[in-house]
Nanobody
Framework: QVQLVESGGGLVQAGGSLRLSCAAS????????MGWYRQAPGKQRELVAS???????TYAYSVKGRFTVSRVNAKNTVYLQMNGLNAEDTAVYYCHAAAITAWVPEEYDYWGQGTQVTVSG
């Protein structure tokens, strides 16, 4: 299996910035897409940003121009640089990876435990 661990969440004032990190660990796995989802209380989980191994990115319209997703494939790590944060960004952010393991030759979705981002406002 694949384990994902997020870090970097916290409390920040409106207009501030945070950088989230997520590291994948395990053995005999290969990650294709990797990225971030978020879920606010009473709302559905939504895609924030994702990036493929080749570097193709996808962003939610609401974060384009403010957030940047990147990854270091050799370290199995994905980052989310969040600038210009506002109250609407308050949510639990979950790291996500679509990975194939040696034991199961199919792509599965793996999730981190989530990290809280709270923006004052």
């Amino acid at each position: 299996q694949v384990q994902l661990v997020e870090s970097g969440g916290g409390l920040v004032q409106a207009g501030g910035s945070l950088r989230l990190s997520c590291a994948a660990s395990g053995s005999m796995f290969s990650i294709n897409a990797m990225g971030w989802y978020r879920q606010a209380p009473g709302k559905q989980r939504e895609l924030v940003a994702s990036i493929t191994r080749g570097g193709t990115t996808t962003y939610a319209y609401s974060v384009k121009g403010r957030f940047t997703v990147s990854r270091v494939n050799a370290k199995n790590t994905v980052y989310l640089q969040m600038n210009g944060l506002n109250a609407e960004d308050t949510a639990v952010y979950y790291c996500h990876a679509a990975a194939i393991t040696a034991w199961v030759p199919e792509e599965y979705d793996y999730w981190g435990q989530g990290t809280q981002v709270t923006v004052s406002g």
